[in-house]
C-alpha cells in the first residue's frame, strides 16, 4: 500500500515563507511525476507545480517566481518552497504522485490528505 504524507503547512503573515514536504512510503517500483495541488475554500482543486522524475518543473502562472518545486529521489519526497505568500495562496494543498506500485503495475495517481496553509495578518 502507497501513503503520501505531507507536512509544513501552518499561519503565516502575507510575505512570509513556508515549505512544504511529501514523503511517499510503501511498497513503489517506480515515481514518475510529484507534484502540489491545492483547493481554497469553495473552490476546485488546482495545480499548483509538478516535478518529472528528471528534474523538469512546471508551474501555475499565480505561483512563478514565488514558489518553487524540488524532490529527493532517493527519499521519495517532493518539496515546494513557498515564498512572498499572497492571503489568495491560503487553501489546503495536496500532493500528488504519478507512481508504479510493483513490477509490471501500471502508473497511477495516488494523493496525500492535505496540509493547510493560511497566509493572514
Known amino acids: 500500500q502507497v501513503q503520501l504524507v505531507e507536512s509544513g503547512g501552518g499561519l503565516v503573515q502575507p510575505g512570509g515563507s513556508l515549505r512544504l514536504s511529501c514523503a511517499a512510503s510503501?511498497?513503489?517500483?517506480?515515481?514518475?511525476?510529484m507534484g502540489w495541488y491545492r483547493r481554497a475554500p469553495g473552490t476546485q482543486r488546482e495545480f499548483v507545480a509538478a516535478?518529472?522524475?528528471?528534474?523538469?518543473?512546471g508551474y501555475a502562472d499565480s505561483v512563478k517566481g514565488r514558489f518553487t518545486i524540488s524532490r529527493d529521489n532517493a527519499k521519495n519526497t517532493v518539496f515546494l518552497q513557498m515564498n512572498s505568500l499572497e492571503a489568495e495562496d491560503t487553501a489546503v494543498y495536496y500532493c500528488?504522485?504519478?507512481?508504479?506500485?510493483?513490477?509490471?503495475?501500471?502508473?497511477?495517481?495516488?494523493w496525500g490528505q492535505g496540509t493547510q496553509v493560511t497566509v493572514s495578518s
Open positions: 516535478i518529472s522524475s528528471g528534474g523538469s518543473t
Open positions: 500528488n504522485s504519478q507512481l508504479r506500485a510493483g513490477i509490471g503495475a501500471a502508473l497511477s495517481d495516488y
Open positions: 510503501g511498497r513503489i517500483f517506480y515515481i514518475s511525476t
